[in-house]
């Protein structure tokens, strides 16, 4: 199975600063269409999981632009340019390029 | 709006057998794979198994294998996870998720709680 490896695994950020997570896995997600399934979720206390970033920098709809990530092959990084209040919650990266489809193991971002 | 409800959790003992459902509503829903997702409590995501639009191809993660079995009927617009032989390791929430063609969309259920013990 691919691993994928997240860091950090704690994430203490003040309000306004900015905050990055970076995932790594374990085999190349690039598909042999050329695209890379590397998507970035988040899920708040008590909710399901919502997802932010599909294939490594595009933002789902209804996402703020705070958001953004990046990456290729087996490196990628979710960045939020300015943490807000209700950033808080877990992160996620998954890849859907190989099966099964795998999640990091979250990264737990709070308020200072 | 997409919306997906989860059914058919609770408490079975060791060994048993329970079947969740997976309503699916405001899309269309033939067109799209479908998946299950768990999370046990206080743990991450775990993909648990998947099943293209017409239902003639299922996979399963290995810790399911020959226990567990997805299907749907596109007839009820319903996605279900058969369970057998049920073990403590298996409890947690069972989400229920489609993701559009070629991952372009994303849709979860408020998902529904499995817990197994005797």
């Known amino acids: 199975d691919v691993v994928m490896t997240q860091s950090p695994l704690s994430l203490p950020v003040t309000p306004g600063q900015p905050a990055s997570i970076s995932c790594r896995s374990t085999?190349?997600?690039?598909?042999?269409?050329?695209?890379?399934?590397l998507h970035w979720f988040q899920q708040r206390p008590g909710q399901s999981p919502r997802r932010l970033i599909y294939k490594v920098s595009w933002r789902d709809s209804g996402v703020p632009d705070r958001f953004s990530g990046s990456g290729s092959g087996t490196d990628f990084t979710l960045e939020i340019s300015r943490v807000e209040a209700e950033d808080v919650g877990i992160y996620y990266c998954?890849?859907?390029?190989?099966?099964?489809?795998?999640f990091g193991q979250g990264t737990k971002l709070e308020i200072k | 709006e997409v919306l997906l409800v989860e059914s058919g959790g609770g408490l079975v003992q060791p060994g048993g057998s329970l079947r969740l459902s997976c309503a699916a509503s405001e899309f269309t829903f033939t067109n799209y794979w479908m998946h299950w997702v768990r999370q046990a409590p206080g743990e991450g995501l775990v993909w648990v198994a998947r099943?293209?639009?017409?239902?003639?191809?299922?996979t399963n993660a290995d810790p399911v294998k020959g226990r567990f079995t997805i299907s749907r009927d596109n007839s009820r617009n319903t996605l279900y996870l058969q369970m057998n032989r049920l073990r403590a390791e298996d409890t947690a929430v069972y989400y229920c998720?489609?993701?559009?063609?070629?991952?372009?969309?994303?849709?979860w259920g408020q998902g529904t709680l499995v817990t197994v013990s005797s």
């Open positions: 998954m890849q859907g390029t190989h099966w099964p489809h795998t």
């Open positions: 998720a489609t993701f559009g063609r070629q991952w372009l969309l994303s849709y």
């Open positions: 085999q190349s997600l690039v598909n042999s269409d050329g695209t890379t399934d």
């Open positions: 099943i293209n639009e017409d239902g003639t191809y299922t």
